[in-house]
């Protein structure tokens, strides 16, 4: 006969094996006192999988800024890391009960926008080793400014140093990201003629998508203000004047000179 703590176990051991279809467990408050919350279940075991399925570890050895090598090797791959994916959101829908959730990268990809990286996997599969190191290179070098208005902004709306941190961190983040889409689609540009503008789209909207998330990540704590006027330039729907005005000289100036840049380390597909 089973005793508690045995009993415990293999509740344990079957609640982290949710990706099984089966009907939804109800646990009460005391017992999840000494037990992992449901969706922390689920998206434990998609990183274990993650680390069997591609002997890396997800948190630390997964970059979703570029797309990573992981997802865009090949057809198989891609195939593979949606399909666990997919057992994620299907445990916390059937097990936890949760059908809403956020916004995330392998959602976009796997959930929202899979059949667009299937049919476009053989041009991000060619392009990827330029995306990997040249562009991370430009990427990670490109000269990254605050124009003087906003800094006076800044210190017109009495930012806190902890304040003038997050924005100027902010600001950096939104650079990388434009550049990689700008890089990875010149890049499609020169490599993919054929399959050039349905490549750009599934980059594009994949871009588009984690801006938004991070412009709605700043919005939802009523932090929009930390949230410069170059990343309002390349977060669709965004406004670059919005909180100081007269900037789009100057975002141009720093997109030119990403474009520039980009085009330098490119010129041998010229």
Not at 143 to 166: G, H, Y
Not at 191 to 208: E, F, L, N
Request: aromatic share 12%.
């Amino acid at each position: 006969m089973l005793n508690f703590a045995t009993f415990i176990f293999f509740t344990i051991i079957s609640f982290c094996l949710c990706h099984i279809g089966r009907s939804r467990r109800h646990f009460s408050d005391e017992y999840r006192i000494s037990t992992p919350a449901c969706d922390v279940v689920c998206e434990g075991q998609w990183k274990s999988e993650f680390h069997v399925n591609f002997h890396k570890l997800y948190d630390t050895e997964y970059f979703e800024i570029p797309l990573d090598t992981t997802i865009v090797k090949n057809r198989a791959n891609l195939k593979l890391f949606c399909s666990s994916t997919t057992q994620k959101y299907t445990c916390l829908r059937n097990e936890c009960n949760i059908s809403r959730t956020p916004w995330s990268a392998e959602k976009h990809i796997c959930v929202g926008h899979y059949d667009n990286f299937d049919r476009n996997i053989n041009c991000l599969s060619l392009t990827d080793k330029y995306v990997q190191k040249e562009c991370s290179n430009v990427c990670n070098a490109i000269k990254i400014e605050l124009s003087q208005l906003e800094i006076n902004r800044m210190t017109e709306m009495d930012f806190s140093k902890q304040e003038k941190n997050e924005f100027i961190e902010q600001n950096k983040h939104c650079n990388f990201i434009a550049c990689h889409q700008m890089c990875h689609e010149y890049v499609i540009n020169k490599i993919c003629i054929d399959s050039a503008a349905s490549a750009r789209a599934v980059v594009k909207s994949y871009y588009d998508a984690y801006l938004n998330r991070e412009y709605t990540s700043l919005n939802k704590d009523d932090h929009d203000e930390l949230y410069s006027s170059f990343c309002r330039r390349v977060t669709p729907g965004q406004d670059e004047n919005a909180f100081t005005a007269n900037m789009t000289r100057f975002n141009n100036l720093t997109l030119d000179r990403m474009r520039n840049d980009i085009r330098s380390v490119f010129s041998i597909l010229d």
